[in-house]
């Protein structure tokens, strides 16, 4: 077995969205905002291999939506799915499964592309089971006023209309029935409903892709929430229990949003939880 992260493109968003009420004076010193008042984003995956599955956590924004879309999110660097699958000696077709966190366009847009001649949309993994949960499901299918925008429907349906789509009901049983990955679920609701967080445990330690739970390094004093958030006092108390539990035992934290820090430990200090060392991939597991 064997983790690999897949890069599949940098963005920027505003940075009062990301931060909620936390003021720029504060949130600027670990964020940095261009002129716009935008900060850098990635789009950061995992890739699993695991005997004969290969499953890739989450996708990306994709490139179907039109050029007006990708307009509003400044696009930046040479990160794409296929490349970064390709570093590491993959096709997209040799995807078995595709684990989505949650189904906003940053995170599940490169699970569905353009047909051949652009008249509808199809899966772009054709041999991978989709793997999402039912509550979340019915979330995103009839979404909220606050977040309509980030469910989109071409994302979405395709989905379930070419019949890959699936829902985890027992983490290590429906979807990784046999594995001997050490694997689990925490499924939080602040940000969005029922979003989940894989946790593995992989060469002697817990590595967790944090999702929107904790999308930067920024993030980690609890008052820190996104604008985005619909619960914003419920991630915060979300946010407390796992960074507690990440301290307590010694997790690994795989930021998917940070564009300049790719994984991260935290501590106990006086003013409570903050980070501790930040490290790439490469240097905790070879």
Same mark, same amino acid.
């Given at each position: 077995?064997?983790?690999?992260?897949?890069e599949?493109?940098?963005f920027?968003?505003?940075?009062?969205?990301?931060?909620?009420?936390?003021? =720029?004076?504060?949130?600027?010193k670990?964020?940095?905002?261009?002129?716009n008042?935008?900060?850098?984003?990635?789009?950061?995956?995992?890739?699993?291999?695991?005997?004969?599955?290969?499953?890739?956590?989450?996708?990306?924004?994709?490139n =179907?939506? &039109?050029e007006?879309?990708?307009?509003?999110?400044?696009?930046?660097?040479?990160?794409?799915?296929?490349?970064s699958?390709?570093?590491?000696?993959?096709?997209?077709?040799?995807?078995?499964?595709?684990?989505?966190?949650?189904?906003?366009?940053?995170?599940?847009?490169g699970?569905?592309?353009w047909?051949?001649?652009?008249?509808?949309?199809?899966?772009a993994f054709k041999?991978?089971?989709?793997w999402?949960?039912?509550?979340?499901?019915?979330?995103?299918?009839?979404?909220?006023?606050?977040?309509?925008? &980030?469910?989109?429907k071409?994302?979405?349906?395709?989905?379930?209309? &070419?019949?890959?789509?699936n829902?985890?009901?027992?983490?290590?049983?429906?979807?990784?029935?046999? &594995?001997?990955?050490?694997?689990?679920?925490?499924?939080?609701?602040?940000?969005?409903?029922?979003?989940?967080?894989p946790?593995?445990?992989?060469?002697? =330690?817990?590595?967790?892709?944090?999702?929107?739970?904790?999308?930067?390094?920024?993030?980690?004093?609890?008052?820190?929430?996104m604008?985005?958030?619909?619960?914003?006092?419920?991630?915060?108390?979300?946010?407390?229990?796992?960074?507690?539990?990440?301290?307590?035992?010694?997790?690994?934290?795989?930021? /998917?949003h940070?564009a300049h820090?790719?994984?991260?430990?935290?501590?106990?200090t006086?003013?409570?939880?903050?980070?501790?060392?930040?490290?790439t991939? /490469?240097?905790?597991f070879?």
């Amino acid at each position: 077995m064997k983790l690999y992260t897949i890069e599949t493109g940098n963005f920027k968003l505003d940075g009062g969205a990301m931060f909620g009420v936390v003021p =720029k004076s504060i949130w600027n010193k670990t964020n940095p905002a261009d002129a716009n008042n935008m900060i850098d984003m990635a789009a950061r995956c995992l890739l699993v291999e695991d005997g004969d599955r290969l499953i890739l956590i989450d996708t990306g924004m994709g490139n =179907k939506q &039109s050029e007006k879309f990708f307009g509003y999110y400044y696009m930046f660097g040479d990160h794409t799915l296929d490349g970064s699958l390709q570093k590491h000696g993959f096709h997209r077709d040799d995807i078995t499964d595709v684990f989505m966190t949650h189904l906003h366009f940053d995170h599940c847009g490169g699970s569905i592309q353009w047909n051949k001649d652009r008249t509808g949309y199809e899966p772009a993994f054709k041999n991978a089971r989709f793997w999402t949960n039912k509550d979340h499901w019915q979330w995103a299918i009839k979404p909220n006023p606050r977040e309509k925008a &980030s469910f989109l429907k071409e994302n979405i349906l395709p989905m379930e209309e &070419s019949g890959q789509l699936n829902f985890i009901t027992n983490p290590t049983g429906d979807f990784l029935e046999n &594995s001997e990955l050490g694997f689990d679920i925490l499924f939080a609701d602040g940000h969005t409903d029922k979003q989940m967080l894989p946790h593995f445990n992989y060469q002697g =330690k817990t590595l967790v892709f944090a999702a929107d739970l904790l999308p930067t390094v920024g993030h980690i004093p609890l008052p820190y929430v996104m604008g985005y958030d619909t619960r914003p006092l419920l991630t915060m108390d979300e946010k407390a229990t796992f960074l507690n539990k990440a301290v307590e035992n010694e997790y690994y934290i795989l930021l /998917e949003h940070d564009a300049h820090n790719e994984i991260c430990t935290v501590k106990h200090t006086e003013r409570g939880v903050r980070l501790k060392d930040i490290y790439t991939f /490469e240097e905790i597991f070879n």
